[in-house]
């Protein structure tokens, strides 16, 4: 399954940076955004072209002294994908797909769809299914016994009455299914998971030297965690390794310098 591919099912969002009085000068439709997937090595052979709606843009204002950003969303009528979009997915061309909870009930058909894939194939060959429990909207919990990893929110967490990541990960595991991993990340507390034993594994946040841009941290560690985890690393390296990526792309501006240049 080496040259297998990981598919991530949400929706793209183009976030417009404004530091200080810089306006933005990006375009905000598509075009912009799969040129910058295509440059930056990002298969989009699998995306669900929407026949209606316009690409939804948040304008994004970060302070440079703290890093802290405010988000203004202009949120469109763009339908998510569905199940129907899903079905024409070449399930054999990859070995992980995770799921961004947005349209549950969809998003349950697609899961079950991969299950039963899954069911056809030695468990050596089966596609791992990830999903991300991020807003604090009912609905969303219902994705909870479908991942084999599954990634609950700080947010989440505090609205269910938890104020540690790992009293969270004892508290919501009973919701997970048989043998998943469940993972919270906890900001400048670092992030905790569990697996079936129920042992709690931890990993320290790796802040930057200045904190400069928050903005996709978490998404930044989910990837992180998943392509550590994709490629055979314990729960605890993967860990570690989504908490210093995520640490990383907090002190630079966007994504291109998460990676520290050759000198």
Same mark, same amino acid.
């Given at each position: 399954? #080496?040259?297998?591919?990981?598919?991530?099912?949400?929706?793209?969002?183009?976030?417009?940076?404004?530091?200080?009085?810089?306006?933005?000068?990006?375009?905000?439709?598509?075009?912009?955004?799969?040129?910058?997937?295509?440059?930056?090595?990002?298969?989009?052979?699998?995306?669900? /072209?929407?026949?209606?709606?316009?690409?939804?843009?948040?304008?994004?204002?970060?302070?440079?002294?703290?890093?802290?950003?405010?988000?203004?969303?202009?949120?469109?009528?763009?339908?998510?994908?569905?199940?129907?979009? +899903?079905?024409?997915?070449?399930?054999?061309?990859?070995? /992980?797909?995770?799921?961004?909870? *947005?349209?549950?009930?969809?998003?349950?058909?697609?899961?079950?769809?991969?299950?039963?894939?899954?069911?056809?194939?030695?468990?050596?060959? *089966?596609?791992?299914?990830?999903?991300?429990?991020?807003?604090?909207?009912?609905?969303?919990?219902?994705?909870?016994?479908?991942?084999?990893?599954? +990634?609950?929110?700080?947010?989440?967490?505090?609205? +269910?009455?938890?104020?540690?990541?790992?009293? &969270?990960?004892?508290?919501?595991?009973?919701?997970?299914?048989?043998?998943?991993?469940?993972?919270? $990340? /906890?900001?400048?507390?670092?992030?905790? &998971?569990?697996?079936?034993?129920?042992?709690?594994?931890?990993?320290? $946040?790796?802040?930057?030297?200045?904190?400069?841009?928050?903005? #996709?941290?978490?998404?930044?560690?989910?990837?992180?965690?998943? +392509? $550590?985890?994709?490629?055979?690393?314990?729960?605890?390296? $993967?860990?570690?390794?989504?908490?210093?990526?995520?640490?990383?792309?907090?002190?630079?501006?966007?994504?291109?310098?998460?990676?520290?240049?050759?000198?």
């Amino acid at each position: 399954m #080496g040259d297998k591919k990981i598919l991530c099912i949400g929706l793209v969002c183009l976030d417009i940076i404004n530091v200080v009085d810089k306006y933005p000068e990006e375009d905000t439709d598509s075009s912009f955004i799969t040129a910058d997937f295509v440059r930056r090595g990002v298969d989009i052979s699998g995306v669900a /072209w929407q026949k209606e709606g316009e690409t939804p843009c948040a304008c994004c204002v970060v302070c440079p002294i703290s890093g802290t950003r405010t988000v203004v969303l202009f949120d469109t009528n763009l339908p998510d994908v569905s199940a129907e979009d +899903f079905s024409r997915v070449d399930l054999s061309q990859y070995k /992980w797909i995770h799921w961004e909870g *947005r349209n549950a009930e969809e998003q349950v058909k697609m899961i079950q769809r991969v299950e039963h894939y899954n069911s056809t194939l030695p468990e050596d060959k *089966r596609i791992t299914i990830s999903v991300e429990i991020e807003k604090t909207r009912e609905p969303l919990y219902q994705l909870f016994p479908y991942g084999d990893v599954v +990634f609950v929110s700080k947010d989440v967490a505090k609205h +269910f009455g938890f104020q540690t990541a790992a009293d &969270a990960l004892r508290g919501l595991y009973g919701r997970v299914k048989k043998g998943a991993v469940l993972m919270c $990340a /906890w900001a400048e507390k670092g992030a905790d &998971a569990m697996g079936p034993d129920g042992a709690v594994v931890h990993s320290d $946040a790796f802040p930057p030297e200045a904190l400069v841009d928050t903005l #996709g941290a978490g998404d930044t560690f989910n990837a992180s965690v998943i +392509f $550590a985890l994709s490629r055979g690393k314990s729960l605890q390296e $993967a860990l570690s390794f989504g908490c210093q990526v995520a640490g990383r792309k907090c002190g630079v501006h966007g994504y291109d310098d998460i990676v520290p240049q050759k000198q």
